[in-house]
């Protein structure tokens, strides 16, 4: 069981102990532990919770899911193509200019119904060390993390509204 209490012997900088590293850290150490075990699958974390996400909602616009899930178009443009690739995705153009919709094809539902049981087993594995109580407190933290960061933003976004109205 994960000692949610225990204290780091040493405190190295400002910079690593900041909420951007520690996140970061930890999700890149969440992510390796659902590839591990998502490998079988030949489908990686991320491209999990791409199709996943897609087949819940039937079909979405690629600027929709990127504003839904905190990703750079730039990236999921990366991430998305390699679905096609596989024949896991197809896409359509949208009513907007350059618009994009994607959908999962029968073969990327297939591998979605494939990769259930891993990401599962992922899950059950993350939760057993992390427990029942800090696995529901980590869930209604991280969701409180993701709302505080769009309220920053918000307001860095309205702070420079209002200097450019100043000037």
């Known amino acids: 069981m994960l000692n949610l209490n225990a204290v780091p012997e040493k405190v190295s900088s400002s910079v690593e102990q900041s909420p951007c590293a520690a996140l970061r850290a930890a999700s890149r150490a969440v992510?390796?532990?659902?590839?591990l075990v998502l490998?079988?699958?030949?489908?990686?974390?991320?491209?999990?919770?791409?199709?996943?996400?897609?087949d819940e909602a039937?079909?979405?616009?690629?600027?929709?899911?990127?504003?839904?899930?905190?990703?750079?178009v730039e990236t999921l443009s990366r991430r998305f193509s390699g679905l096609r690739r596989k024949g896991y995705l197809q896409v359509?153009?949208?009513?907007?200019?350059?618009?994009?919709?994607?959908?999962?094809?029968?073969?990327?539902?297939?591998a979605l119904q494939n990769a259930l049981p891993y990401w599962e087993r992922a899950e059950d594995r993350f939760r057993r060390a992390l427990g029942s109580d800090g696995w529901n407190t980590m869930l209604l933290l991280?969701?409180?993390?993701?709302?505080?960061?769009?309220?920053?933003?918000?307001?860095?976004?309205?702070?420079?509204?209002?200097e450019q109205s100043a000037s």
């Open 92 to 110: 359509r153009r949208g009513d907007r200019h350059g618009e994009r919709i994607y959908s999962l094809t029968e073969q990327g539902r297939q």
């Open 31 to 35: 992510t390796q532990l659902y590839d």
């Open 39 to 54: 490998a079988p699958t030949e489908l990686k974390a991320t491209q999990f919770v791409a199709l996943h996400a897609i």
């Open 142 to 162: 991280l969701d409180r993390i993701r709302v505080a960061s769009v309220r920053a933003e918000e307001m860095r976004t309205n702070n420079h509204a209002h």
């Open 58 to 72: 039937g079909e979405i616009a690629q600027c929709q899911f990127a504003r839904d899930h905190a990703v750079a």
